[in-house]
């Protein structure tokens, strides 16, 4: 009789440590810094960060000065943010600004890491730069909700041939975390992307007046989203919903870019038609597709197209800043 009591005892204990342990350290590969660790143990807002956008997105040291800024964007509102890296093969959840600068630097150059990156990443002691898939995972996995960064990746404009699809978008079928982005660029087919976020079933919803849904660089794509919410306290009802529903699949909040950040339609759709023939003829392939038309608009676009990407960033670390803030607030 005593045995079965200490023993009921004992996994009754055992089972109240899993449960703290796994919503927020839980994973012998994944090392949480101690602040985001304590903000998530105390119901605290956190915001997560993705780092391809560090050693792929843009060049040095723009991209250096973007992380530290976009990080302090999120402190101001009074969100923890938690930019999510592979050093050396572990994976880190909140860099300190050495970790982060020895990044940027890209002295050790760092692989683009999607979830079907991770196992050799990881086992070879590599850098990796998180893709928007590989961030959800990890961002699901230590138990972070919101998620803001600047695009998305999506379906190609001829994916119906190459079946060049995003895993960012199967990431976001499977995860409850909210993604803000300003939508997706039009170097890919937002039609087609909108229809496999509807069959992954992810939840779509504009940030602001309308359902337009944006293009990146411009407010407006003039492909229409299901919903949109007006509010940071909207958004977070989103969420709250969605995990007690417990759905384990994810929302995307689509923020325009400001309109006075935004860039001329023209312009920018000229200079990623040319960036995507380029990208053709030179053969580009595979996960080199994104980055190199990134690059190529960048230096198309004398610069313009990177201010624009620092600005939208910024904007949307600050939405995503303000509805964790709400979701703590109702979680509480
Ligand atoms: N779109 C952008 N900027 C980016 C990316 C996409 O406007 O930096 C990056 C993100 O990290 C995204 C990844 O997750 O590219 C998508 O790459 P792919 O298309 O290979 O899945
Ligand atoms: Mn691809």
Redesign the pocket.
Known sequence: MQTKLAYFLRNRVYAYFRRRMSSFNYNSCIDVSQEVSEALRSHSPVVAL?S??IS??MPYPANLQTALQVEEVIRNQGAVPATIAVIKGRVKVGLDQEMLSEFASLKTPAV?T?RRDFPYVLSKGLNG?T???GTVIVSSAVGIKVFA??????V?RGGEMTM?I???LTELGRNPVTVVSSG??SILDIDRTLEYLETQGVCVVTYGQNKNFPS?YTPESGLEAPYNVETPAEAAALIEKLLQLRLNSGILLAVPIPEAEAMEGGEIEKAINTAVKEAEDHGIR??E???FI?NQVISLTGGRSLAS?IALIKNNAKVGAQVALELARIQK
């Open positions: 993705e391809t956008i792929h997105g683009k999607s730069g893709t928007v898939a960064t600047g695009g998305l990746g999506g190609h060049d995003s895993a960012d997706i660029k990146f595979g996960k597709v994104t980055p990134l990407n």
